[in-house]
């Protein structure tokens, strides 16, 4: 078995500036280290349970298949927030037939991100007997 102590998410964005902004300045995602220097420096972001590295560049567009979910206290709050920071917002807040409240936006290269609420009486957060 592997014994994994730590791990991340890494993205190589095509603009590391502006994919710093986005996570750093628009989501508010906090910082939890940084290094390196120059435009192509490091950092590494919250990211609830797991950490997010913005590092590196690539010529690339990012695979479709890749996509982040980001569990949220409220949803509508989030929307409200971001959309006064002018992320565009790909799919408003909707409740989903299996209960979850999302939402979707992009990052500056395409990554697809789903903001989640759980609400409180949802499976995931409540378990009778437990």
Do not use: C
């Not at 994994?4 to 993205?11: G, H, I, P, T």
């Not at 994919?19 to 120059?38: I, K, M, N």
Request: charged letters at 20%; a negative charge; hydrophobic letters at 40%.
């Amino acid at each position: 078995m592997v014994h994994v102590l730590s791990s991340r998410v890494l993205l190589r964005p095509s603009n590391p500036e502006q994919s710093r902004h986005f996570y750093g300045d628009q989501l508010g995602l906090a910082v939890y280290r940084e290094f390196g220097t120059g435009p192509e420096r490091g950092t590494v972001y919250f990211l609830g349970g797991g950490f997010l590295e913005v590092a590196g560049r690539s010529e690339t567009a990012p695979s479709p298949a890749m996509q982040l979910w980001m569990q949220v206290a409220d949803v509508a709050a989030a929307h409200e927030e971001l959309r006064a920071k002018s992320v565009e917002i790909v799919r408003p807040p909707v409740k989903e037939p299996w209960g979850l409240i999302e939402m979707w936006i992009a990052d500056p290269d395409g990554t697809r991100i789903v903001l989640v609420e759980v609400p409180a009486d949802h499976p995931i957060r409540y378990r009778p007997g437990i």
